[in-house]
């Protein structure tokens, strides 16, 4: 099967793609786009630079079987005229040629936004309502214009399937615009009146526009999860200040700042939300089901947006969830792992456990040895570090013969909180947290180590003495930052507790950081509240002063000294400490 896929380089594109080029079936994929070649790179991808309006578009469509409709224009640009030739001449000139090329089905991303923003609305829009965008709304306009002329098309000739997907509003780590700027800000300024929004994962578009290459579609349907989530509901969630105004306000002060170059849209964009749809004729004819519900997306971007949770209902519990916000960090471990089969059977005996502490649920990612665990192993992510960036060493414990838990501080990883904000008093709680788990799951025996000494360590064991029963393993984690920036960080913990501090400054290895960051790990947390940064700095101190017979040491990281240790066989447990 050939396939074209035009605006190739698109988001939608990125996420498409890489379907296609995996669908044994599919021996070739034309990627068409005006500009920038895509973002993928496969044997079976060929790249055509030309754009959507050109008469070469029936060439470029010879010998394909199914063409892929992706090129429109959706960041708003000043040249609305441009905007709508590209949109609706372009899309008419995709669907001439497609017919002409003796394409047997188009497939035209669409959009609920073709449905328009009216108070008339039903609750719950389906495939029935007529699509009737909005005249002052540039993007639902011309979606509405191009689902026009695809139907009067289809009425008038044969031999040309087109199907059109609309869509709800797309997140995840490859989409960038400026609606999901807008959702994820501290700050979110909307118009007044009630609305909704639809927020769809880009896996379960993937999957859906995969699924339309074969199933036997015609005319629109609707592509969406079940529930709905207002302005306000979305901003609680990450604990986003949300400011309401007239609406007449908002747009016209769109309109101001769209004009001066201080905004990146105007009015067209200034809408409290769009039309609910439901998606039970799509799930009927392909048996399509989406992988998560709106609140799972928006949990699932607040955090691969580096935003905190604040109030969730449990949606993480659900395992798939989890991994769907790891995701990102799963596939830097595959391009950095030797061993793809190794990372997937690590993967699979994972859990996500979800503990209480201080009325927020903490994180920790456990990796079960079975019944006859030697002892249970607690590791602390470097400063700013979350576990999963640990998990080829966590399972590497666990085929030791040792139950491995990551622990995700406050703030971090998975766990609820100000991201990068765990100051002395809570990492301590974090810590007994841990250990209480750890303690109620298995009277296996416990040590710790880590890439960073969780704080309180010294005056937990004085205070619980004999509760860990082989002495603890820490890796200090915090570098040796000259007095000067030492003060400075204390004095500014004093008047600024919540200022951020970069964590490479005080990082004992920040190429480990910055290879994190630089991999798109949001997760991890490039800065750090002074606070933490000041604790940090004190528990490093502290812990120097801690006299343990038989600690071993290593200059090579974490990595090293345990995989130095599980070589040796892991006879003794002792402590393990990174320097």
């Keep these: 099967m050939r396939v074209a896929v035009t605006g190739c380089a698109s988001d939608f594109g990125t996420v498409l793609l890489p379907r296609l080029l995996a669908d044994p079936e599919v021996e070739e994929v034309v990627g068409i ?48 005229q441009l905007t709508h030739d590209v949109n609706f001449n372009g899309s008419v000139n995709v669907i001439r040629a497609a017919h002409e090329a003796g394409v047997r089905r188009l497939i035209v991303s669409s959009s609920i936004s073709a449905y328009g923003v009216h108070a008339d609305n039903p609750a719950f829009c389906d495939e029935d ?11 639902f ?10 139907e009067w098309w289809m009425r008038r000739h044969d031999g040309l399937a087109i199907v059109l997907l609309r869509a709800a509003f797309a997140c995840g780590p490859t989409f960038d615009n400026e609606g999901l700027e807008m959702f994820c800000a501290p700050t979110m300024m909307i118009p007044s009146g009630e609305g ?31 529930d709905t989530l207002s302005l306000h509901e979305l901003g609680e969630i990450h604990g986003q200040r949300v400011v309401t105004l007239p609406a007449a306000v908002a747009r016209r002060g769109a309109d101001v700042l769209f004009a001066l170059g201080l905004a990146p849209f105007s009015s067209h964009w200034v809408i409290a939300g769009e ?88 994180h920790l990612e456990l990796h079960p040895a079975g019944r006859d665990a030697r002892a249970t192993v607690l590791l602390s992510p470097a ?64 040590v710790l180590c880590g890439a960073a000494a969780p704080a309180g360590v010294d005056a937990y064991l004085s205070a619980h ?4 029963t082989l002495a603890p393993g820490i890796a200090a984690g915090i570098g040796s930052p000259s007095p000067r920036l030492a003060a400075i960080v204390r004095r500014l913990a004093a008047v600024a507790p919540l200022a951020r501090v970069g964590a490479a400054r005080i990082a004992a290895r920040p190429s480990e950081l910055e290879a994190a960051l630089s991999a798109g790990d949001r997760l991890w947390c490039a800065t750090v ?51």
């Design 129 to 139: 309502d007529f699509p009737r965008g909005n005249p002052d709304k540039y993007y």
């Design 33 to 80: 786009g005006r500009r920038n070649p895509p973002r993928v790179v496969h044997d079976k991808l060929t790249f055509v630079r030309e754009d959507v309006r050109s008469p070469r578009m029936r060439e470029l469509f010879e010998g394909c079987e199914v063409v892929y409709h992706l090129a429109f224009v959706a960041a708003e640009i000043r040249d609305k």
């Design 383 to 446: 400063l700013g570090g979350h576990a999963r960036a640990y998990t080829p060493l966590l399972a590497a414990l666990r085929r030791a013969g040792f139950d491995a838990i990551g622990i995700d501080r406050p703030g971090h990883g998975l766990s609820q909180g100000r991201r990068g904000d765990c100051p002395p008093p809570l990492a301590a709680a974090t810590l007994e947290r841990a250990v209480a788990y750890a303690h109620s799951r298995s009277s296996a025996p416990i």
């Design 529 to 579: 509240t002074a606070r933490t940064a000041a604790g940090a700095l004190a528990e490093a101190a502290a812990f120097g002063r801690l006299r343990v017979d038989g600690l071993q040491r290593g200059t090579d990281g974490l990595d090293g000294v345990l995989g130095r240790w599980l070589e040796s066989g892991a006879r003794e447990v002792r402590p393990i400490v990174a320097t």
């Design 275 to 362: 039309a609910p749809v439901r998606s039970e004729r799509f799930r009927a004819a392909t048996g399509w089901e989406p992988r998560y519900d709106c609140r799972e997306t928006a949990h699932i971007m607040f955090l691969q947006s580096g935003r905190p949770l604040v109030h969730t209902r449990g949606e993480l519990h659900r395992h798939e969830v989890a991994e769907g916000v790891l995701e990102p960090v799963t596939a830097e471990l595959r391009r950095r792992v030797a061993d793809d089969e190794e990372l997937d059977e690590a993967l699979d005996h994972v859990e996500h456990v979800f503990v209480e502490l201080g009325g927020d649920e903490l």
């Design 196 to 226: 909704r929004f639809q927020l769809i994962h880009e896996d379960d578009i993937a999957d859906a526009f995969h699924r339309a290459l074969r199933a036997d579609l015609v005319g629109p349907y609707n592509l969406a999860p079940d």
């Design 465 to 468: 003495p004999g509760t860990l």
């Design 141 to 150: 306009y011309d979606s509405a214009e191009v689902e026009h002329f695809a």
